[in-house]
């Protein structure tokens, strides 16, 4: 009796709400670090895979674009399977991807293993949140979901700095196979902490309007990715971006005629849900194109190795454990998630426009470090405002299809961002080459010049990319207070005029 006895409050320890938190977010670390990890020490992995810096945007703007084809696979799957076999196979799937990818020799097998492990962890996301939502009573579900966002944000940014560890003392091919350990442990977990609790609301599975998302994804992914390698006015990228456009129309002519999309038409219905979107989208814009510039940047100009840039990064990553503290110490009437997203936009923003004037010959720790401790800020104000702000602009039988169309909207600005940096590397060194007046030069100082010219170029492209991507989190940050001061606070003063008249006529 005493060991039974034991065993059923052990059984129940791992069982609670706390235990399922540290579960989820030890399966969600695979992912989202996963989405940084491989910005650190690219030089390696293009050289072993013998493809250009170019081709390697497809590890990174490619897997986010499959994480955010699995998001929404994520809570139609559960019609068909239990959280705890749902959890534990798309753990399985990644780590699989993680075999593939670690052992992968050619950029084709090796993106075979990212979109395996991006599908996986599309499902691991949103499944983790809903999990939470689920295990958590009322009094406590909005402490853990705000740890819950602070441990996401914190995988993103520990990730260039647990991969630039190991592509160092390791081999960039670890940066895959170390998912292999954090796996293992996640299954054991999930069998220990998660239940086999069946479906509560079973539905379709609308695979014809999955399969026209993804597809409409991927063509925008691949016109937008390939348009200056074939030129954007060739024969191929107008086709595929003409693809793109008949499938994305015919996806909402299909989810308009069928009973439950994946993502229905009723959720831009709210005006504020729609403002949500547009904010979260250009704020993740920012910060993957910002995650994918910085490294770059540090390995160039300051000759940092891979684990030096990560750990650099990292700094940002330890302020954000500040901030769920000092929220805390906030009574509740005084929050206002509208302007804790739009202050958070506001110093993603300022931490890149920081970098505006980063000098390329010299490292500067106030320079350098200092924005990225601002970003930290920023980045966990934003985290801990999207779950409270799907609550308050969506009614409540939308609420958890609201959650994962924001973080497919996050991964897919994600994919524009790398892409955008990218591009903005590409083209603006020629700017900055023809302001450069020629004169009658000798040789050797022709010579010397170029190589001066080169470096000049290259730092002007980033300066003036980090200044770009800056503007843009600005722009979601002025669109969200815009939002709160013309509809939020008028509709709040009015209901609060109301209120008081009622309680007049009651006195």
Same mark, same amino acid.
Request: proline share 6%; net charge neutral; aromatic share 14%.
């Given at each position: 009796?005493?060991?039974?006895?034991?065993?059923?409050?052990?059984?129940?320890?791992?069982?609670?709400?706390?235990?399922?938190?540290?579960?989820?977010?030890?399966?969600?670390?695979?992912?989202?670090?996963?989405?940084?990890?491989?910005?650190?020490?690219?030089?390696?992995?293009?050289?072993?895979?013998? %493809?250009?810096?170019?081709? #390697?945007?497809?590890?990174?703007?490619?897997?986010? =674009?499959?994480?955010?084809?699995?998001?929404?696979?994520?809570?139609?799957?559960?019609?068909?399977?239990?959280?705890?076999?749902?959890?534990?196979?798309?753990?399985?799937?990644?780590? *699989?991807?993680?075999?593939?990818?670690?052992?992968?020799?050619?950029?084709?097998?090796?993106?075979? *293993?990212?979109?395996?492990?991006?599908?996986?962890?599309?499902?691991?996301?949103?499944? /983790?949140?809903?999990?939470?939502?689920?295990?958590?009573?009322?009094?406590?579900?909005?402490?853990?979901?705000?740890?819950?966002?602070?441990?996401?944000?914190?995988?993103? /940014?520990?990730?260039?700095?647990?991969?630039?560890?190991?592509?160092?003392?390791?081999?960039?091919?670890?940066?895959?196979?170390?998912?292999?350990?954090?796996?293992?442990? #996640?299954?054991?977990?999930?069998?220990?902490?998660?239940?086999?609790?069946?479906?509560?609301?079973?539905?379709?599975?609308?695979?014809?309007?999955?399969?026209?998302?993804?597809?409409?994804?991927?063509? !925008?992914?691949?016109?937008?990715?390939?348009?200056?390698?074939?030129?954007?006015?060739?024969?191929?990228?107008?086709?595929?971006?003409?693809?793109?456009?008949?499938? @994305?129309?015919?996806?909402?002519? &299909?989810?308009?005629?069928?009973?439950?999309?994946?993502?229905?038409?009723?959720?831009?219905?709210?005006?504020?849900?729609?403002?949500?979107?547009?904010?979260?989208?250009?704020?993740?814009?920012?910060?993957?194109?910002?995650?994918?510039?910085?490294?770059?940047? =540090?390995?160039? !100009?300051?000759?940092?190795?891979?684990?030096?840039?990560?750990?650099?990064?990292?700094?940002?990553?330890?302020?954000?454990?500040?901030?769920?503290?000092?929220?805390?110490?906030?009574?509740?009437?005084?929050? @206002?998630?509208?302007?804790?997203?739009?202050?958070?936009?506001?110093?993603?923003?300022?931490?890149?426009?920081?970098?505006?004037?980063?000098?390329?010959?010299? !490292?500067?720790?106030?320079?350098?470090?200092?924005?990225?401790?601002?970003? *930290?800020?920023?980045?966990?104000?934003?985290?801990?405002?999207?779950?409270?702000?799907?609550?308050?602009?969506?009614?409540?039988?939308?609420?958890?299809?609201?959650?994962?169309?924001?973080?497919?909207?996050?991964?897919?600005?994600?994919?524009?961002?790398?892409?955008?940096?990218?591009?903005?590397?590409?083209?603006?060194?020629?700017?900055?080459?023809?302001?450069?007046?020629?004169?009658?030069?000798?040789?050797?100082?022709?010579?010397?010049?170029?190589?001066?010219?080169?470096? =000049? %170029?290259?730092?002007?492209?980033?300066?003036?990319?980090?200044?770009?991507?800056?503007?843009?989190?600005?722009?979601?940050?002025?669109?969200?207070?815009? &939002?709160?001061?013309?509809?939020?606070?008028?509709?709040?003063?009015?209901?609060?005029?109301?209120?008081?008249?009622?309680?007049?006529?009651?006195?």
């Amino acid at each position: 009796m005493f060991l039974t006895g034991k065993a059923e409050s052990l059984r129940d320890w791992f069982r609670s709400p706390w235990m399922v938190l540290a579960t989820v977010l030890l399966g969600t670390s695979l992912p989202l670090a996963d989405t940084t990890s491989m910005n650190v020490g690219r030089f390696f992995i293009a050289r072993a895979l013998d %493809s250009s810096s170019d081709e #390697t945007r497809w590890l990174t703007a490619g897997y986010s =674009l499959f994480v955010a084809i699995g998001i929404p696979l994520s809570h139609r799957l559960r019609s068909f399977f239990s959280e705890r076999t749902l959890y534990a196979l798309a753990t399985l799937v990644f780590m *699989g991807g993680s075999v593939v990818s670690m052992f992968s020799h050619f950029m084709p097998s090796m993106m075979v *293993g990212r979109a395996l492990q991006g599908m996986a962890g599309g499902v691991l996301l949103p499944l /983790s949140l809903a999990l939470v939502n689920e295990s958590f009573p009322e009094s406590s579900r909005a402490q853990g979901l705000t740890l819950f966002s602070l441990g996401n944000a914190l995988a993103v /940014s520990l990730g260039p700095t647990i991969g630039g560890y190991l592509v160092d003392y390791a081999n960039w091919r670890w940066t895959m196979g170390i998912h292999l350990p954090i796996g293992f442990a #996640t299954l054991i977990f999930v069998h220990l902490s998660l239940e086999e609790h069946p479906r509560q609301d079973p539905r379709r599975f609308d695979l014809p309007g999955w399969l026209l998302y993804s597809a409409s994804a991927f063509f !925008f992914m691949y016109s937008v990715m390939e348009g200056e390698r074939f030129g954007w006015h060739s024969q191929i990228i107008f086709q595929t971006f003409f693809i793109f456009l008949a499938l @994305f129309f015919f996806y909402v002519l &299909w989810a308009a005629r069928f009973p439950d999309p994946i993502f229905p038409l009723d959720l831009f219905r709210y005006p504020g849900f729609v403002i949500l979107t547009v904010v979260n989208l250009l704020r993740s814009v920012s910060v993957f194109g910002r995650l994918y510039l910085l490294p770059l940047y =540090l390995e160039i !100009f300051y000759h940092f190795q891979a684990h030096q840039a990560g750990f650099l990064i990292m700094t940002g990553a330890m302020v954000e454990l500040m901030i769920p503290v000092l929220a805390a110490l906030v009574p509740g009437n005084l929050h @206002f998630p509208w302007l804790a997203i739009s202050l958070g936009s506001f110093l993603l923003g300022l931490s890149s426009v920081a970098y505006l004037n980063l000098p390329g010959n010299a !490292f500067s720790v106030p320079e350098t470090v200092l924005p990225n401790l601002v970003f *930290g800020v920023g980045m966990a104000m934003v985290q801990v405002s999207l779950a409270p702000l799907v609550r308050r602009t969506l009614p409540v039988p939308l609420e958890r299809v609201g959650n994962v169309f924001q973080l497919a909207v996050m991964f897919l600005g994600g994919m524009i961002g790398t892409i955008l940096g990218r591009h903005l590397l590409d083209n603006l060194a020629p700017v900055f080459h023809v302001q450069i007046p020629l004169s009658p030069l000798s040789e050797s100082t022709i010579s010397h010049g170029a190589i001066l010219l080169k470096r =000049l %170029s290259g730092e002007y492209s980033y300066n003036i990319a980090f200044w770009v991507m800056g503007l843009i989190s600005i722009g979601a940050s002025a669109l969200s207070v815009s &939002w709160f001061l013309f509809d939020v606070l008028p509709r709040r003063l009015r209901q609060s005029t109301i209120r008081g008249q009622e309680d007049n006529l009651g006195a």
